[in-house]
């Protein structure tokens, strides 16, 4: 049977009250003041109950003879076991947990002391110093670690653990040091499997930063190691870091190296002087709901990430950091960057950064990815970067189509307010297989849209609205192969008063279509301008495009491949471009308006039919003269400027109704 006990202090207050099977009428029931008070008792006998009042360290413990040489401080005292349920205070272990005392010790034997499916329990403020040196960790390729050239030595290592937890709601915090030493981080996982930290605050410092200010007093929050031999297979997995607080220290939770299936959640993060997650050889990663309050970079995934969603998280840009990206791969694959909102300061800082092969230094990496890709961006708001969304140089590197480090990737329906200066675009595009639709973007004082070296491949740029753009709406300034330019609306461009600024400015399309894009009310001459460099615009149709109080312009090396059809205000053709309509008939057209140059091609013609019909005349229908017949004495005929061009025409009448022939350079019309 079991029997009611009372637990109380010296003075006689009641602790706790319940039931415990353990204590029954045929145990030796002692009662002590206080753990330390456990060796001094008799030799006892298994079984035997002991009954600690302390209310910090207080419990029931139980006499175990085979344990009589242990003692863990918190668990085990020479025999005597504590009876508990699953959860572990540090309390048991000597931590006070004023602010004051250093419990660095007594924290990290409550760790030591977890088993399976165990949680430890921070309830109050907990000051925590630097690690004793068993907990260094060294760096077995220090090119990979920017923060210190040997190692980590965190206050607080969870190492070889499995199904753990850490939380309760309670605080470590590491005051300023007067000796000018500095805290690596907070806490280490190292080579762990389902570990959870939840609830918990670290707090690297009692005030805010200081412009100008370098000591970083805490360096990192939380690291999440496995085996630091990259070509190891001891890893991480299954780690979660949520809910819980950073403030003030150098870098947040950072630095996952060699791990999979990582959860980092619901975190709040305030005056962050680094890089809140510094992801390295990881594959399934989620960065999701975290609030950023200033920081110098959200996350950067580099080096071998293979699956990671990056989404619905609120970052502000801390106007003490120096410039970089806040959300940035290097290496990556199958990452969605979704729904997040960041608000960034223009002088310094990219919005997000995609690029492709990383920095290995002169190592050569097993399998380590040499491009990004698989990537959807989409759906995040952006303001007040220096850059937008941003894809850099290729390196230069690679061959064939690998020079482009970013391959399939969507940018789509994102909002970019106030980003760019005169150099920088609120997106900039370079690789094959890009998708950028939808998005909108205003009130940026570069380009709207821009492209990088090498240019672009198989990309589609695509119903996006461009409102107030300082220089370009859209700048394709490198080549852009098999690309589809359509449907984007392009709106007070130019507020810049730039020369040279153009609503839609492409260089070097080949095989492109660039259509029904409207733009109107922009402050420049040439409303859209292709233009080619050393090879032309090859292939292209420019289709169906709208300006308003400028014009369509194509300069220089227009090739005859060019194809510009249904567009206003046209200006600057050359070569043997078509200025025209297209139809199909069984006949000339003899009701409708038509333009001179618009041509109707016979939509089933016989052998000696004629191939189609060419308006010389506008009017309703204007006047149509015979295009060519379809036999073996002539290919065709071409029209530029009204004029009949000869090509292979019979030299003598072909004695053909209708059909045209050469007569010593004039172009005559057989009679029959």
Known sequence: MSSQIKLTNANGKILSIGHHDLLTEDKNVMYVDNVDDLANLP??????????????????????????????GGIVFNGWVRQYDKIIKVEWFGAVGD????????????????????????????????????????????????????????????????????????????????????????????????VTIENISLNGRDNEWVSGESSQIVDMGICILGDLDYTSSNRCNSISINSCKFEYIHSGYTFTYMADNVSITNNKVKGLRGIFADVMFVNNLMLTNNIIDGIYEFCDLDKYVHRAIVSDNTITHSELSGGDAIIELNG??????????????????????????????????????????????????????????????????????????????????????????????AIRLAGI??????????????????????????????????????????????????????????????????????????????????????????????????????DGVDYGIIKNNYCVGSTVKLTDKIVQQAICLNNSQLDGFSGSQLSANIYWGDSEPTAGTYNKGDICFNSSPDSNDVLGWVCVSEGTPGTWENLAYNNEHFSRLITTGGEVVLQSLPTSDPGVDGQLWNDNGTVKVSNG
């Open 43 to 72: 030799v006892s006998n298994d079984n035997d109950v002991v009954v600690v009042t302390d209310k910090d360290r207080g419990g029931i413990f139980i006499y175990d003879s085979d344990k009589a040489t242990e003692n863990d």
């Open 99 to 194: 602010g004051i005392t250093d419990d660095t010790n007594d924290i990290q034997k409550a760790i030591d002391s977890l088993k399976d499916y165990q949680t430890l329990a921070l309830n109050s403020t907990y000051k925590v110093y630097n690690g004793d040196m068993d907990k260094y960790i060294m760096y077995s390729n220090e090119t990979f670690f920017p923060w210190n050239s040997n190692g980590i030595l965190p206050a607080l290592l969870i190492k070889n653990k499995s199904n753990i937890t850490i939380s309760g709601g309670g605080k470590l915090v590491f005051d300023d040091q007067t000796d000018g030493t500095y805290l690596n981080a907070f806490i280490a996982i190292q080579e762990c499997n389902n």
């Open 332 to 425: 990556t694959r199958d990452i969605s960057i979704t729904n997040n909102v960041i608000y960034g300061i223009d002088v310094s800082s990219t919005g997000i950064l995609l690029a492709g092969k990383p920095e290995f230094g002169d190592q050569t990496v097993p399998n380590a990815y040499t491009q990004s890709k698989d990537i959807v961006v989409e759906g995040n708001i952006i303001h007040n970067c220096m850059r937008g969304i941003y894809i850099p140089n290729y390196n230069g590197e690679l061959e064939d189509d690998y020079k482009y480090d970013i391959e399939n990737c969507i940018i789509n329906n994102n909002i970019i307010e106030g980003c760019g200066d005169l150099e920088y675009s």
């Open 433 to 534: 297989d890009i998708r950028c639709s939808n998005n909108i973007i205003r009130m940026n004082k570069g380009n709207g849209i821009d492209s990088n070296s090498p240019g672009l491949k198989n990309c589609s740029i695509v119903d996006n609205l461009i409102v107030s753009s300082g220089n370009n709406g859209i700048y394709l300034s490198h080549s852009s192969i098999y690309s589809k330019i359509s449907g984007n609306t392009i709106k007070y461009s130019n507020k810049n008063d730039n020369d040279t600024a153009y609503g839609l400015f492409i260089h070097d399309p080949k095989n492109a279509l660039i259509l029904n894009n409207s733009v109107y009310e922009s402050n420049v001459t040439n409303s859209i301008r292709v233009q080619g460099y050393t």
